[in-house]
Nanobody
């Protein structure tokens, strides 16, 4: 499967963005998907997880209450809705996928995923 992340951009503090991860080459229904982000000089951080059916989601504590993850398997797309954005949310956001359910200990870890998109830049101005 190939993943393409898009929808990033420049937004003011308190604003919203929705970024998308579109899959090609395989049916996204089969895949569990996570969003990660990486700010300059920092490690890649897990932001959200959604199971292949969409029935299970997880949002990292740092963005809980502000970010939501969803998917539309008919469109082969996973979304990350980001509200009340803060300057510390500035990063490159990546989507990643795995065909089998990642075990809990790596569900929010880059090592838990086999396929990666190229990333989309999100910049939040103060």
């Amino acid at each position: 499967v190939q993943l393409q992340a898009s929808g990033g951009g420049l937004v003011q503090t308190g604003g919203s963005l929705r970024i998308s991860c579109v899959a090609s080459g395989d049916i996204l229904d089969y895949f569990h998907v996570a969003w990660f982000r990486q700010a300059p000089g920092k490690e890649r951080e897990g932001v959200s997880y959604i199971s292949s059916s969409g029935s299970t989601t997880y949002i990292a504590g740092s963005v809980k209450g502000r970010f939501t993850v969803s998917r539309d398997n008919a469109k082969n797309t996973v979304y990350l809705q980001m509200n009340t954005l803060k300057p510390e949310d500035t990063a490159v956001y990546f989507c990643a996928a795995k065909k089998s359910r990642p075990i809990l200990s790596v569900r929010m870890s880059p090592s838990g995923y086999d396929y990666w998109g190229q990333g989309t830049q999100v910049t939040v101005s103060s």
